[in-house]
């Protein structure tokens, strides 16, 4: 037997969980304000779960999906972005949406089941929220197709979880970019857990990432509780893509520390001491270890920094509750550029049985 | 003006399409060199460069989710299936996706693609080559679900599905392709969407269907005719959303009605329309409302199909009951 392809799955991390570098920085993090970004940007987000869990538990929001312990990684994807790129999430990714001008009102209108809430004002070109698994790497595809085709200097930047590459979605999105050598970046979540099938059970790859070189692309792993390795590796990725070298899927491996969505109870499926074990891995004391270890942090910042996240977040709770439920012909008004005729009779009855008091249009 | 089939006719559109705006691509399997296993987009990728006519990876799902993505970020794409027994894996694109775009971001965002798959059976093709699964599309709101029954609708509703501002699914009946020419002047002058087409005036009976099976309903009324009934003939052409009230009308003069649909009868189209007339057209109804379809069973293979498909006669049939109910 001749050998005929051999490939290899590089690993990058810098700061390990005692928030000690293992290596040279990249430039940007010699920066300090730089870290402090991604480091308000963590804690901002952790704040906002733990309120949004509180909310759903008082009947103020829906079902809700925490980002705890996997910070890092849609916070790192986001700041490698430039503004007219297009991120395509799923539906755990708004840290890295706040970080790209998604307020913390739209996603509580989202989770609170309001369709305002993907109508972001800031990024206007993101994409929304993705429920169904996987089906967002086709979606990043189209894009960074047009981006290619327009000759923009832009790129597609799609994140979805370990469950996701499972999904045919994914192989086919993923096979298509690698032919048409786009400019996407491909990051997964990989937290482990999908819902309550481990990692394991997911996949007998030995990493994620090399389900890039049946796709004939690049893939490469990185420390998805190393915000600092995150953006380094979007960074280098966006910027071969942009080059012309075409797609990069990254597998960010992390933890998902909370369940799975407020209407799931981990504790059905996994033991509290493994849970236990990876709260020491997490990325935001990683990082706050680093910023307090290089003198840029300190306990006086720290509080005043949380006190920051929770008046910032305690706002965009008032505002969103404040926010009037939407009439009835929020359900007509942007189903089809303008509403078909068919439907104008199933409309008037809607206004005919709307709750007094209705604001009209949503 | 040239005489031109319906495939001719669908390659007209496409390519008056791309060259009145760049945003347009055609993409799909076999699309580009080859031309489309019918033809459709013959010549397309020589005019217009392998980038706007995109020879994909065989993927239904992501052919139809990769359109989502490119009409979100501006393009217009116009994407094909091979055949419509094809088109059951891009259905999570299409319901979950494309036709949600728009609402669920409050316009902000939105999907202006095309989904083509030629459909129907009678040209002796393999299995799941004969479908006609139109009203699993005309089920999903924000969709629009289209099928052409002659070249020169081809060629209009083709153009006015690409500039469309939303997702329209276009069936293109394979049995119509190379059945007949019509005199089509490529003057990218679009038909209008969400309208049924009044084919024939009459007064004694309304034929409503559409698709490949128009040929069979004008060839009932032309034999109606020979024995003095006037039947009046209108191709919905749009299925979803539905023009009722073209219909309602037609039906307020003559009463009867007969639906003819290639679909299984279960929950087709045409119970839509039944419905619809029992709705909002009782009172002008002289006798039941007939509905000659295929039956509720798998598409036969070529030995059994023309069994399955209505058929003039069996089309007749219905029009007797119902201009022979009291």
New interface residues.
Partial sequence: MTTVATFEIGYTQFVDPQGAPTQPLPPFANEPAALIALYRAMVLARTFDAKAIALQRTGKIGTFASALGQEAVSVGAASAMRPED?L?PSYRDHPGQFFRGVTMVESLLYWGGD??G???AVP??D??NCV?IG?Q???????????K??REPRA?VCLLGDGGTSR??FY??L??AG??KLPMVLIINNNQWAISVPRELQSAAKTLAQKAIAAGIEGRQVDGNDVIAVRHVTEEALAKARAGGGPTLIEALTYRLGDHTTADDATRYRDAETVREHWLLEPIARLRNYLARSGAWDKDKEEALQRECAEQVSRAVDEFLAVPLPGPD?MF?????TL????EEQRAMARRFAPQGGTGRG | MAEVNLVEAVNLALAHEMARDPAV?VLGEDVGANGGVFRATVGLQARFGT??V?D??L?E??I????????????R?VAEIQFSGFMY?TL??II??AAR??????????CPMVLRTPSGAGIHAPEHHSESPETLFAHV??LRMVIPSSPARAYGLLLAAIR???PVIFFEPTRLYRLFKQEVEDDGEALPL?ACFVLREGKDLTLVSWGAMLQETLAAADALAATGVSAEVIDVATLK?????VILDSVAKTGRCVIVHEAPRTVGCGAEIAAGLAEHGLTSLLAPVQRVTGYDVVVPLPRLEHQYMPSVERIMDAAKKALEYA
């Avoid at chain 2, 959303?241 to 009230?245: E, G, I, K, R, V």
């Fill in positions: 297009v395509v369709e305002r993907s109508a972001f206007r070109q994409f929304a169904p089906t790497v086709c979606h990043a595809v189209g894009a960074a197709y047009a981006f085709l327009r597609a045919g979605d086919e999105g096979n298509m032919v048409w929020a008004d942007c189903l089809y550029a078909p005729a068919a439907l | 691509v980038e706007r995109v994909t990876p993927a799902a992501a139809a989710g990769v359109a989502v993505g490119m009409a979100v970020s501006g393009l794409p894996p999570d694109q979950n996706h775009v728009r609402h669920r971001t409050r316009g902000r965002l939105s709101p924000g469309d501002p939303d969400d959303p539905l023009d009722m009230a």
